[in-house]
């Protein structure tokens, strides 16, 4: 049995400027017949293919935070998702505090399309994270008054760590296990991230499910990531390798912590290392 390698994309596998670079490329598509490679991912079903454009991948993946485990044949192996009367209400706490948030629901559960509904009042994070990466995104959806959807993958809201902490132990308070909050820092756009999902949409749940998948056992499962929502694939996987440039908690919870950086091809130069190809 081919052994499991699966990692992080933004700060972890993808380049600084978003992209995969050549080294990285030439190194997974060698492997790739080696051993299984995927990837674990905040992005979409179509962001993911467009980032990873050129490279093989063959083994199934784990998208929006671990809300959709898909193969590329878009095949969905599992989905996790929050109903709108939650969403409505999640929302509904938010406006309190001020903040507005994005929502991303599943549309169809053959095409994988999604929509990514966008607030009337937006912050200026918000507003340059859509002005520079999702100008041309066919998604978009700007809504009058932004509401909770059928099939909602995940709730994101942007803004400073001061309004987000706050509502995120105010959501947490009201709603308990209903929902999985992930609050963390945005190293691109130096604010903080706060994702809501379903309680077992997150990567660790996901992760299982690829193992069920694969009839393979987590010791034979290294993962690479950087950041909190990757710190319960660290303690379900045999080997959690954390990338130099990783948040200080999440090195804190990996077997290895590499000497580079997403910007030096950490997670490719590892799999060149660990990976044989005799």
Excluded at 51 to 76: C, Y
Excluded at 156 to 163: A, L, P, T
Excluded at 255 to 269: P, Q, R
Aim: contains cysteine; negative net charge; charged residues 25%.
């Amino acid at each position: 049995m081919k052994k499991l390698y699966i990692t992080d994309l933004d700060h972890t596998f993808l380049h600084s400027s978003q992209s995969v670079t050549p080294f990285s490329k030439q190194i997974w598509n060698e492997k790739a017949n080696h051993a299984q490679l995927s990837v674990a991912t905040a992005r979409s079903f179509s962001k993911t293919h467009e980032f990873l454009e050129g490279l093989q991948l063959n083994t199934p993946l784990i998208l929006l935070d671990g809300a959709m485990v898909a193969t590329t044949q878009k095949k969905l192996i599992d989905i996790k998702t929050l109903d709108k009367k939650i969403g409505d209400a999640i929302i509904h706490e938010g406006v309190q505090f001020g903040i507005y948030p994005f929502v991303i629901s599943l549309n169809d559960h053959q095409s994988l399309d999604e929509t990514f509904a966008v607030p009337a009042v937006l912050n200026s994070f918000q507003d340059y994270l859509l002005r520079n990466n999702y100008a041309t995104d066919k998604r978009l959806s700007f809504k009058t008054k932004i509401k909770g959807a059928k099939d909602t993958l995940k709730i994101v809201y942007m803004g400073e760590e001061k309004v987000l902490r706050p509502l995120t132990e105010h959501l947490r308070d009201i709603f308990k296990e209903k929902i999985e909050l992930k609050l963390a820092p945005e190293k691109y756009m130096n604010c903080y991230f706060l994702t809501i999902l379903h309680p077992l949409g997150d990567k660790a749940h996901a992760l299982e499910k690829v193992h069920e998948y694969l009839n393979l056992s987590a010791i034979n499962t290294t993962v690479f990531g950087d950041s909190l929502n990757d710190i319960g694939m660290f303690k379900l996987a045999g080997t959690a390798v954390a990338v130099n440039n990783a948040l200080d908690a999440v090195k804190q919870e990996a077997d290895i912590v590499l000497a580079e950086s997403n910007d030096e091809d950490a997670v490719a130069k590892y799999l060149q290392q660990h990976i044989k190809c005799d």
